[in-house]
């Protein structure tokens, strides 16, 4: 081949690869800016959009409290880990055992939480507490059935005792 055609090819071949390339970036780009935005849905149970205050906290109740500084605004009882209830109400008493043994190795305790001196909002019905070392690390909030029913989350079956 002639001298002068291999840096012919080679600057021919790169010039190429480079449009292609920057045309990839900028179709990709283009695209990602095109694509439709996703937009905030009604609720499942309205036909028209509207706005539902759901209570995400409790004055007094803080993930970094001590079950005993909880107590002093709620009443608040030990009761056993949900999961370890819900494994031998289902016949699954190793796991169960299992997970209660883990809880302990763990120092892990779980506390159901109702209103006390200070009071939970009107559409929770009740709150547990989740704690290890003594901290609480996870504070969780159970709702009426009249608010989870407007806000579409009927769907959800709950289990009764």
Known sequence: MADWKRPLFIGIGWGLGTVVGVALV???FRWYQSK???????LASSSESRVISVPRGITGLEVGMTPQQIGQFFLIKEAQDPV???LKRYGKPDPAEVVSRQNE???KRYFSIS???GNLPDTVTSADARAT???VYQIGLHYDAAIVKRLGWEGVPTLTS
Request: zero cysteines.
């Open 26 to 28: 900028v179709g990709g």
């Open 36 to 42: 439709p935005k996703p937009t905030a849905t009604p």
């Open 84 to 86: 370890v209830t819900l």
């Open 105 to 107: 190795a763990i120092q």
């Open 115 to 117: 209103s006390g001196e």
């Open 133 to 135: 070392h003594n901290i």
